[in-house]
């Protein structure tokens, strides 16, 4: 399903600003926002989008997803690069909006100003 849900998008680069975007759920899309190709790790009742490659293609590391992911009891155990794109998991395991509770616990670390 390539359904357009709100997404917490966590850029590699701490200059880059954290957006709470919009945006398609299709590999494509998501690829496009990783930059290249996707890999997904489920945690509860949210999921984290990465470029599978990122280590491989020495992506920059993402201390910023690494700390919120940690923060929830999710260590992978190696640095985590690119771009994150975080959505939400519904009942049924399929996409759905980002959960309030990582936008709060975002703002909270990292003091992003809610989307307009």
Same mark, same amino acid.
């Given at each position: 399903?390539?359904?357009?849900?709100?997404?917490?998008?966590?850029?590699?680069?701490?200059?880059?600003?954290?957006?709470?975007?919009?945006?398609?759920?299709?590999?494509?899309?998501?690829?496009?926002?990783?930059?290249?190709?996707?890999?997904?790790?489920?945690? %509860?009742?949210? +999921? !984290?989008?990465?470029?599978?490659?990122?280590?491989?293609?020495? /992506?920059?590391?993402?201390? #910023? @997803? *690494?700390?919120?992911?940690?923060?929830?009891?999710?260590?992978?155990?190696?640095?985590?690069?690119?771009?994150?794109?975080?959505?939400?998991?519904?009942?049924?395991? %399929?996409?759905? +909006? !980002?959960?309030?509770?990582?936008?709060?616990?975002?703002?909270? /670390?990292?003091?992003?100003? #809610? @989307? *307009?």
């Amino acid at each position: 399903m390539n359904a357009t849900l709100t997404a917490l998008i966590i850029p590699a680069k701490v200059s880059d600003p954290v957006r709470i975007e919009a945006l398609g759920t299709g590999l494509e899309a998501l690829g496009y926002w990783v930059a290249g190709a996707v890999e997904s790790i489920t945690r %509860g009742d949210w +999921e !984290v989008y990465l470029n599978a490659e990122g280590t491989l293609i020495d /992506l920059p590391a993402n201390l #910023r @997803a *690494a700390q919120l992911m940690h923060v929830y009891g999710l260590d992978l155990g190696g640095v985590t690069r690119g771009t994150a794109v975080f959505l939400g998991r519904d009942a049924h395991g %399929g996409k759905s +909006e !980002v959960p309030e509770h990582l936008i709060r616990r975002t703002e909270e /670390l990292f003091g992003v100003p #809610r @989307a *307009a």
